[in-house]
């Protein structure tokens, strides 16, 4: 069995995807994190990079080609990535998203506790964030529809959505697993 986990930010994809994976003892695979380092290794922030991605398609295509190689070796594991679903067919393919306001203030809480963890842009207040959070997810969209003509917040390509901006984690986790487990 494997899960691809998409979403958009501040969402609560990392933290449902890890205790998924603990749940069902499942290996996770984290993009984001492979994004953010290929970032700071090259001294730039996420959107920094992003941006390049727009033009450079080896910022996306080499995570991208990484996920397809997991798909046709591996099994049994979650993974959490825009583009997890589109390269990884054969899976059960979960969009897990929050309204824009409860995704920013959850991300901003996140950088208030340890600002360097995420790689973002710094920003002095949750309005600044929520610009940065549309830039990235426009940026997203561009790159995806330019190098795979997919959008992966079309919710549409997903077999399961949960809205999480009003339910704990405990409750988002408990909707998925009984989802995956039907």
Do not use: C
Not at 18 to 35: D, M, P
Not at 121 to 130: H, P, R
């Amino acid at each position: 069995m494997i899960i691809t986990i998409s979403g958009n930010a501040g969402s609560g994809k990392s933290t449902v995807a890890k205790i998924i994976a603990e749940k069902l003892n499942l290996k996770r695979y984290y993009i984001g994190g492979l994004r953010r380092e290929a970032a700071r290794k090259r001294g730039m922030t996420l959107e920094e990079y992003n941006t390049l991605g727009e033009q450079d398609p080896t910022t996306d295509k080499e995570v991208d080609e990484y996920q397809r190689e997991l798909g046709n070796k591996e099994d049994n594991f979650i993974i959490e990535g825009r583009t997890s679903y589109y390269f990884i067919p054969h899976s059960i393919k979960i969009f897990v998203k929050a309204n824009e306001n409860v995704g920013a203030e959850r991300i901003w809480k996140d950088l208030n506790k340890d600002p360097d963890s995420r790689n973002e842009a710094k920003v002095a207040n949750i309005d600044e964030l929520k610009e940065s959070l549309q830039k990235r997810q426009k940026s997203d969209e561009l790159r995806y529809e330019k190098y795979y003509k997919i959008n992966p917040f079309d919710e549409s390509n997903y077999d399961f959505v949960v809205d999480t901006s009003g339910l704990t984690v405990e409750q988002v986790v408990e909707k998925i697993v009984n989802f995956v487990n039907k």
